[in-house]
């Protein structure tokens, strides 16, 4: 089976870091994408992560280890905008269907 | 020049009845799916369309039956719509299974 553990809320300052992690638990591991989804909107691409390491776009970076079965989004400067949820996504094998997370709702405040 | 593009963005209907949501992309994707996302935003894939082979989430009922008549279009038809199919709709596609999917804007299905 696939189990896709993150956090559900979290709180952050404007201007502040944040580090969002995913825990991931599969049979296999075909890659792991994050992405984001303002409230009543389409979720949209952030980043992919297939190897280990940090993968680096502008104030957004995911990080990858596949011994540890875990990733995390870093969001830095943070700004008011970024208030939405953020949504993990693990394929496990070959060509099966991305398995998301319940996501986590980051709330960005003054 | 609207990349994944599905319609209505909202239906609401009654229990019973049989309803049908498109989708269309223009990527030139290879690949589509429709996922549900229910009341607590729990994202859930339903089916993914690749090169005419079809891959079911098992746990979804056999009401629902996807259609594709080309590679550009991937529609959605519900039977005897239930109170528990409320939910938002997303269809969405990439260019092969390990590519970033871009999503539709969502049909938002309300039974009454």
């Known amino acids: 089976g696939q189990n896709i553990d993150q956090p559900t809320e979290m709180t952050a300052t404007e201007g502040a870091i944040v580090q969002i992690n995913c825990t991931y638990q599969?049979?296999?591991?075909?890659?792991l994408f994050w992405y984001q989804q303002h409230a009543g909107e389409a979720p949209t691409f952030l980043s992919y992560?297939?190897?280990?390491g940090l993968e680096e776009k502008g104030r957004f970076s995911s990080f990858l280890s596949r011994s540890k079965g875990y990733s995390y989004l870093l969001l830095k400067e943070l700004q008011m905008k970024d208030s939405a949820s953020y949504l993990c996504a693990v394929r496990d094998r070959g060509n099966t269907p991305l398995v998301f997370g319940k996501g986590t709702r980051l709330s960005v405040i003054a | 020049d609207t990349a994944v593009s599905q319609t209505p963005k909202y239906l609401v209907t009654q229990m019973g009845n049989d309803k049908s949501i498109k989708c269309e992309q223009n990527l030139g994707h290879d690949t589509m799916y429709w996922y549900k996302q229910d009341s607590k935003k729990f994202l859930k894939i339903m089916f993914s369309?690749?090169?005419?082979?079809?891959?079911i989430n098992e746990t979804v009922p056999n009401r629902f039956s996807p259609k594709s008549p080309d590679k550009a279009h991937l529609n959605l038809h519900i039977n005897s719509l239930e109170l528990g199919d409320s939910a938002v709709y997303f269809c969405a596609s990439s260019q092969s299974p390990n590519q970033p999917q871009h999503f539709g804007d969502g049909t938002r299905l309300s039974i009454l």
């Open positions: 599969t049979s296999g591991f075909n890659g």
């Open positions: 992560n297939v190897l280990d």
């Open positions: 369309y690749n090169n005419k082979e079809l891959i």
